[in-house]
């Protein structure tokens, strides 16, 4: 545990105001926030930054840190062993850019939270799901159609989803994933556009089998996760008693506002489909799969203003794959064309701390939370963008108190 810490001549985010406070400190003992406007305590650090915004640490709400590549194949086979290590330098990656928790949405196990929470694994804190549930046919079955083989993946590292098919399975495989630490549940409920046989209205699973996943999960006190596209998919999970809803490019007006009094979640990840469209063919998306880009893109903006209006809390995420990590700062950018910079961070830690039942804990900077800051040379009021450039504009990320990346100097 760190030592007692006095961060001075910070800006701290006013998300009522929409601006940013006069200078103050922030005082941080044993890694956690002992509050702001303290003097330093005797024989503590003090850290004087010079006027830099400072901030409760980003919260992404939708990733992969398994995929470490397009391929999705290729990391479903490789080996264990390799597949944790890239996914340590993935989760070092997420640090360095100031995300220090992260809601894994289908791969990483209980090794890599581990890893972190024992100082093994430079990276954020994970939240995790397991394996994504997978009906056969379904977005994580990623067998060719003439491929007639059984699941060859299974329970590998790198694989993001498996395949269960049928009430009885369907539950001793959330039970196998509750009890091997996963936090939540993950469905796929609707075609993708990383698979290649699922068409993109699709919808998946039966409405049984999606029931026996909620109530499992509701057993352990916790949710279940769709990936869902059409407004269809999305209606059925909010019926069935699903409460994050990824992705949500195409909903309708009527369904958002049932999702909001469900007091259900979004997790927009307009990024992933920027990206994809940017490089997918080169980096051997198929036919199939850029076919359905377009759609999912042309819907995601539109999507912003149906769920804001009908007061659908967002959470941030990003869902960049592979190659397509570099990406991550883009999500600041097309949010901001239908949100507002308070609505964007208030998501990000309000509704994201939400999601992984960690509220109170990160997102915010009252005295108790976990001392997860990040110092930006930037008003993410004047332009939030400038979040998304973490090699231009971060200064300093703190993790518990530890001071993980300092570049005040650089």
């Not at 997420?94 to 090794?111: E, N, P, Q, S």
């Not at 369904?255 to 990840?269: I, K, L, Q, R, S």
């Not at 992933?272 to 880009?293: C, D, M, P, R, T």
Request: hydrophobic share 45%.
């Amino acid at each position: 545990m760190s030592a007692a810490l006095s961060f001075t001549n910070a800006r701290l985010v006013d998300l009522e105001r929409q601006a940013l406070g006069a200078p103050t400190s922030v005082a941080v003992r044993d890694g956690r926030i002992v509050g702001t406007g303290i003097a330093p305590e005797p024989g503590s650090e003090v850290i004087d930054l010079g006027g830099l915004t400072l901030m409760p640490g980003f919260i992404d709400c939708h990733f992969h840190v398994v995929a470490w590549s397009l391929d999705l194949w290729a990391n479903a086979i490789a080996p264990d062993r390799l597949a944790a290590l890239r996914a340590a330098q993935v989760m070092q990656g997420l640090l360095d850019a100031g995300f220090t928790t992260v809601r894994d949405l289908g791969g990483a196990d209980i090794g890599l939270v581990r890893g972190v929470e024992e100082g093994l694994i430079d990276g954020p804190d994970l939240v995790i799901c397991g394996k994504g549930l997978s009906m056969t046919g379904g977005h994580t079955d990623l067998r060719q159609r003439t491929d007639i083989r059984p699941d060859a993946l299974g329970w590998r590292l790198g694989n993001m989803g498996v395949l269960v098919d049928g009430v009885d399975e369907v539950r001793r495989a959330c039970r196998k994933m509750i009890k091997e630490g996963a936090r939540f549940i993950k469905v796929m409920a609707n075609g993708g556009v990383a698979s290649p046989n699922d068409p993109i209205d699709g919808l998946q699973y039966s409405d049984d089998e999606i029931r026996a996943m909620v109530e499992e999960a509701a057993n352990f006190n916790t949710y279940v996760s769709a990936h869902v596209y059409s407004d269809a998919s999305i209606r059925r999970c909010v019926k069935l008693g699903v409460k994050s809803l990824e992705h949500c490019n195409l909903i309708g007006e009527e369904t958002a506002a049932m999702a909001a009094e469900a007091g259900c979640v979004a997790v927009p990840t307009l990024a992933a489909y920027e990206g994809l469209k940017l490089e997918g063919a080169q980096l051997g998306f198929g036919v199939a799969e850029q076919a359905k880009i377009d759609i999912v893109r042309d819907g995601g903006r539109n999507s912003l203003r149906v769920m804001r209006d009908a007061g659908l809390p967002m959470a941030f995420g990003t869902d960049l794959l592979g190659q397509l990590r570099k990406y991550g700062g883009l999500e600041f950018e097309l949010l901001a064309q239908v949100l507002t910079p308070a609505e964007i961070l208030d998501g990000m830690w309000t509704a994201g701390a939400r999601l992984c039942r960690m509220e109170g804990e990160i997102g915010t900077m009252a005295a108790g939370a976990r001392a997860n800051l990040v110092a930006f040379d930037a008003d993410p009021f004047a332009d939030i963008t400038k979040l998304g450039r973490p090699e231009q504009h971060l200064k300093l990320v703190v993790k518990d108190g530890a001071i993980k990346h300092d570049r005040r100097r650089q």
